[in-house]
């Protein structure tokens, strides 16, 4: 009995201090995603991916302009009434709960951890002069990036089409987030 209470005390713990998240890789226009668990890479099978994607295709299908500027005039204005303390959220949770929720958001996100173990572009435009000027902005952008992230480019003088080879994994500790989590909770609730 000890044992399977100590197998399951040390599983939970891999959970709760082991990456949670997910990757992405393509290698010669094959994509492969994979699912990040207590920092096992578990791969998606292509079937699953392929339905997925034809969901996300099938519900994005762009609205006509006139509809997409009604959509953003509207959220502009819910936005403004916001600001001011009118709307009906505003006056449920208030201005400051609204802000704190955004800090919160705020600080849940910077507890992700984004790596790039791989990035390769193959820059290539019809006209060389474009090329050259798009490797000039990515070599830029490059030294830009941590030092750690493996990016490279390479311009290709003869093709018209760009290449792509990346790996990129999106994982967050489920403790850290957790802490962040309580700090919100004992912060609003003994403010």
């Not at 449920?92 to 390769?120: C, N, P, Q, W, Y």
């Not at 830009?144 to 790996?167: C, G, I, K, M, Q």
Request: proline residues 5%; contains cysteine.
């Amino acid at each position: 009995m000890w044992i399977a209470l100590a197998i399951v005390v040390i599983a939970f713990l891999a959970v709760l201090f082991l990456p949670l998240g997910g990757e992405v890789s393509s290698v010669a226009g094959s994509r492969r995603w994979y699912v990040i668990l207590a920092g096992l890479h578990i791969p998606i099978p292509k079937s699953v991916t392929r339905v997925i994607a034809a969901r996300i295709k099938k519900k994005g299908k762009q609205p006509s302009s006139k509809v997409s500027t009604v959509l953003w005039q509207d959220l502009a204005g819910k936005l403004r009434r916001l600001r001011s303390g009118e709307g009906p959220i505003a006056k449920v949770f208030g201005v400051d709960d609204l802000r704190s929720a955004l800090e919160f958001v705020l600080k849940i996100v910077h507890t992700l951890r984004i790596r790039v173990h791989r990035l390769h572009v193959v820059i290539a435009t019809p006209d060389p002069a474009w090329t050259g000027i798009a490797y000039g902005m990515a070599c830029a952008i490059i030294g830009a990036l941590p030092s750690d992230w493996a990016v490279s480019v390479e311009a290709d003088w003869v093709n018209a089409a760009p290449a792509f080879t990346y790996r990129v994994e999106v994982s967050v500790i489920p403790a850290r987030a957790l802490g962040v989590l309580c700090s919100a909770v004992w912060k609003k609730a003994f403010a």
